[in-house]
C-alpha cells in the first residue's frame, strides 16, 4: 500500500504557473499525474519511473509541464507554466506499475483552477 498526498493547487490566472507537490509513503515503479476537469474523463498527464527518471508527457502538456522525483525524499512534483483555462481540474497523483493505467494507488487530488 502507497500513501500519496497531493499539496500546491489553487487558483491561478491564464498565462500563469503552479508547482505540485506529492509526498509518498513508499514506492512503485512509476509516479504520475492525472487531472479530471469538469465534464470531462481522467486525463493522463505525466509520468516519471522512479528508476532512472525517464518521464512521459501527454501531448497537450509538453513543453510546458515538467515532472520530477526526488529519490531521497519520496516526492514528486509537477511543474506547470503557462497555464490554460482547459487545465482546471482536480490534479491526482498516482503510484503504479506501468506509466499510465491502471495505477494502483491514488492521492486525495488537489484543485487546481485558471481564470481566464
Known amino acids: 500500500q502507497v500513501q500519496l498526498v497531493e499539496s500546491g493547487g489553487g487558483l491561478v490566472q491564464d498565462g500563469g504557473s503552479l508547482r505540485l507537490s506529492c509526498a509518498a509513503s513508499g514506492r512503485s515503479a512509476y509516479m504520475g499525474w492525472f487531472r479530471r476537469g469538469p465534464w470531462k474523463e481522467r486525463e493522463f498527464v505525466a509520468s516519471?519511473?522512479?528508476?532512472?527518471?525517464?518521464?512521459y508527457y501527454a501531448n497537450s502538456v509538453k513543453g510546458r509541464f515538467t515532472i520530477s522525483r526526488d529519490n531521497a525524499k519520496n516526492t514528486g512534483s509537477l511543474e506547470m507554466n503557462n497555464l490554460k483555462p482547459e487545465a482546471t481540474a482536480v490534479y491526482y497523483c498516482?503510484?503504479?506499475?506501468?506509466?499510465?493505467?491502471?495505477?494502483?494507488?491514488w492521492g486525495q487530488g488537489t484543485q487546481v483552477t485558471v481564470s481566464s
Open positions: 516519471v519511473r522512479w528508476s532512472g527518471g525517464s518521464t
Open positions: 498516482t503510484a503504479g506499475r506501468v506509466r499510465e493505467l491502471p495505477a494502483d494507488f
